[in-house]
């Protein structure tokens, strides 16, 4: 089964079909095809796993987990629905933040936050001057 797909620039691009991705010597064999599904599903397990270990680490978790599910979708539908989904809201997401109205709201929150924290800065100097706690009283 394929499903049609509008792309950036009018182009109709089909996406690949769902289900598994075996070899085809794996998927002659329902035992081999289990062992061979349950050892994807732990390997995706892992790479997931470790990606929700660096979510709050400095480390890229998110690109991890996403690795993970690209694991999993090598055998899992739901797992390759997934992945269709998150790349249809993140390309709909790019295409809002270039819409010019979008990105003039966003550099005009950024300076606002800037001269805000600006303001506070000057504020928090003025009353409490520059000393270091390491300086010499």
């Known amino acids: 089964m394929t499903a049609e797909s509008d ?19 794996v998927r002659k ?5 289990q062992v061979w599904r349950v050892g994807v599903f732990v390997v995706g397990l892992a ?16 690109v991890v987990i996403f690795g993970g ?3 999993w ?9 997934v992945l269709r989904w998150t790349r249809r809201k993140v390309a709909d997401a790019a ?3 270039l819409d010019p ?16 924290l600006a303001g506070l800065a000057g504020c928090y100097l003025w009353q409490y001057g520059l000393d270091t706690p390491w300086a010499d009283s």
């Open 95 to 97: 295409r809002a933040a």
């Open 73 to 81: 979708a090598t055998e899992f539908v739901w797992a390759q629905r």
């Open 7 to 25: 792309e950036p620039g009018g182009a109709v691009a089909t996406e690949s079909r769902l289900g598994s991705r075996a070899p085809a010597f």
């Open 47 to 62: 790479v997931v796993a470790g990606g929700v270990l660096l979510l709050p680490l400095p480390g890229p978790g998110w």
């Open 101 to 116: 109205r979008v990105r003039r709201r966003n550099l005009l929150l950024t300076a606002a936050g800037v001269i805000a």
């Open 29 to 33: 064999s329902a035992p081999l095809h």
């Open 69 to 71: 599910m690209a694991i």
